[in-house]
Structures are given as structure tokens and as C-alpha cells.
């Protein structure tokens, strides 16, 4: 059976449960505990940790009261109205991320379990975790609560000069999500380390993120806690950007060589959306020959998966469609020697802020992308070699089209949030917009339009 038929036919099997249920709302669960949230599934916002929750009870770094009443809703057949994105696509009749996360092999064995205890504590099975925002990038895409540098800019510098004052610290203090510095004593870490035990014997998949991961102690903790004590189920992940040195590159590489061997599996992840200048821009701090070396390296010397997480943003569109077949080539290479796909990658569409949005792109652009993006699939999408494309990866590729031609309301306010985010980047960070993107220079023109 094929993935997409997989993901299909699971849609009468939540359906029969209400038209709204989703299992990533029970299983999955991503926390940041450098400033105290969380969400399941990447996809709604994530919500606050309440301490007064916390202290009662640890295990309220997921079972929050606000989850279990999006719990109950989907239950009850309701639309939590943070799960908007699958419900779009589900309308416009697309397979939604609902489908697609409630039938992996982290959430769909255990359907029953939910069904029985509906909205009582439960052990998520897939759990993503930020100990701290420790970064070497700022990557123009993030924000303070998940990198140090962004936070350090903005210290000095203050809120970009967009509508709404992008990454001031105001929102960020009014919504408490300004991080805890790693240095200081931090309650979610010391409730998380408390759960540690009860949910390591439940866990399916543990995805180490960050901030850049190999700068946090606590993930070193956990590798070590791991390795002393494997688990032959579990599915170890590790998010990177793999622009930290060697020297850390290697000490990755030999504690996951040394766990892989006790567990069932370890995948890397790490993440790029454009070649060369175009992604040093985007992604502030990169040096995009020296990833692309130890992306390699890290193939060299691992047998993990290795996966690409894309954030495609309106400047991604001038190198995207060759930074997909810089990828295709390392899988035509890297396959040749194993029995599964050794390289792969995701699309996901950059949703915020919504000024670097797809959505803004003006229609030209938009039509000679779409053309890229069909160049490529029909040069790559045969499904009959090692160096091609997946069904599942052309169908986030026409997603990602799709989205893009979605109607923006507020697209002139946002194209001037655009025009003055770029100015301040370019001042502040001594970088060129109209030299690293002359693609976009019509774009940039029409956003200064009044």
C-alpha cells in the first residue's frame, strides 16, 4: 500500500470517532521550555504552560486544561479553530496534515487508548523539545524565544519598524514568551526532568531541537541518559543546523553512532530552503558551503536518515527549485548503498510572519515559480530512480503552490511590512537585498508602491 493511499484510507477510521478528531492532538506534543509552551502538532499555535497547572501536576507540560478542551471538541465533533489548516485543506478537498499525522506509527497503533480514556492524562508518544533558545543563526524567519542572537539584536537594536513592530519585546512579554536565559533556574526544565522516567517508557519518537540543540547541556544530558539506557522502540531525532563546529559535529556523530546501535532508529534533521547567498541571507549566520559539507560529512560517517526541514518563503523561490535537486542528487548517491531513503525532505510553507509569505509574491513571479516547481516534478517525479522525487514530496510541492496562490487581505499592508523589514535587515546586518535577489527587484519595486 502506497503512503497517500495509507493516508486516505484512514480518513473514514477518525471519522468514524467525529469528522474533527485528530490523534497529533493527543500523541504529539512539542515543548519550548525555555519560556513555558507547547502545542501538538506544528501547525496551531502553541499555548502557555500554566505554572499553577505545572505545580499540581508535571505531567501539565502537555495535559494543559486548554489542550483537553481542544480535546473534547474534537471529540465532540467540533473544529478547534487552531487547527484552521487541515480544515482548509480539507475543504478545498485536500488531504490534511490530520491524515497524514494520524497514521503514523506514533499515533495511529494506539486509537484505542484514546477512545477509552478520552481526555484523562495521557503520555504523548511523539515529543519535540526546546531546552533553551541557544543559537548561533538568526535566521530572518525566528524570533527571540527560540534564538539567542535574534534576542541579543533586539536588545540593542528593538522591534523591526513593521506594522506591528516585528519581534519587539513587548508582544513577546505581554504573551510570556520571553526566555528564561539557560543560565538561570528554570521550572519547566525542572518539571520535565521530573517526568523524564514515566515518559521515556511510553516514547515512540524524541526530537532534540532548539535554539541550535548542540549548544544546550541538557540535550548532552539527554543523550547520555539515553545511551546508559536504551530503548529498542525508540525513534531518536536530532535537529541541527549544522553550522556549529567540527569539533561539536563530531561529538554528535559519535554519541548517536554509539546510541543508534540500542534503539530502533536515529534521524538527523537539519534545515535549508535556498542555495548559496540566498540562503546565507535568509538564514543569517550560515555559510552555506561549509552545510553542505557537513551535510555530507554527516552522511559520510552516519547510516541515519538525514532530512531537510524547508521554511519556503518569498525569497526562497529564485534557488528552491535547485536546492531540491542539490538534495535529489545526494539521494541518487547516498541510496546506492542502503535499503531505505537515506536523504529526505520536507516542504513546509512559511505561514509567519506573514510579510515573507508566498501569498505577497506579485502574479508573474508567482507563475514563472509554478512553472519552476512543474519543470521540476516532471524532471524528477517518475517515482522510478533513486535521485527522484516521492508522491508524498510532489504533493507538498503542488500544496506549497497552492498556498501560494491563496488571496492575502491585507497584502498592501504587508507588502510595506515587507519593504521595511528589508531595509532595517539590509542596515543592520550589512547585507543587499536587491544584490542577493535581482529576481525580486520588480517585487521589492511594487511593494514601495503607495
Known sequence: MSDHTKFQKIIPILNDVSPSFCLAKWYQL?????????????????????????????????????????????????????????????????????????????????????????????????????????????????????????????????????????????????????????????????????????LYKNLHTLRLTGGEPLLSKDVWRMLDAIEADPKQDLVLAINTNLGVSRDIIDRMITKINNISKNIQEVQIFTSGEATGKAGEYIRYGLDYQEWCQNLEYVLDNTNCIVAVMTTVNLTSITTYCDFVRYLLDLRGRYNKTVTFNKVQFMTNTLRYPEFLSLTLLDKETKINFAQEVETLIAERGKFDGLATLSVSEVDQLRRMINYMNEITPNEKTLRKDFVAFINEYDQRRNTDFNQVFPELTEFYKICQQP
Open 30 to 198: 512539542t515543548l519550548y521550555l525555555q519560556n513555558g509552551f507547547n502545542h501538538s502538532c506544528h501547525h496551531p499555535s502553541p499555548h502557555k504552560i500554566p505554572l499553577d497547572e505545572l505545580e499540581q501536576n508535571y505531567k501539565a507540560l502537555h495535559n494543559t486544561k486548554f489542550k483537553k478542551e481542544q480535546m473534547q471538541k474534537m471529540l465532540d465533533g467540533e473544529r478547534p479553530s487552531e487547527c484552521s489548516y487541515c480544515w482548509t485543506a480539507e475543504d478545498n478537498g485536500n488531504v490534511s496534515d490530520r491524515s497524514y499525522k494520524s497514521a503514523t506509527s506514533w499515533a495511529y497503533p494506539y486509537i484505542d487508548e484514546v477512545i477509552k480514556n478520552k481526555t484523562a492524562d495521557i503520555e504523548p508518544r511523539y515529543v519535540e523539545i526546546s531546552f533553551s533558545n541557544v543559537c548561533n543563526f538568526k535566521c530572518a524567519y525566528c524570533s527571540p524565544d527560540l534564538s539567542s542572537q535574534w534576542h541579543e539584536e533586539i536588545s540593542k537594536h528593538g522591534a523591526y519598524p513593521t506594522s506591528r513592530n516585528y519581534n519587539g519585546f513587548d508582544w513577546f512579554k505581554q504573551v510570556g514568551k520571553m526566555p528564561i536565559k539557560h543560565s538561570d533556574p528554570n521550572p519547566y526544565v525542572d518539571a520535565f526532568w521530573k517526568w523524564w522516567p514515566e
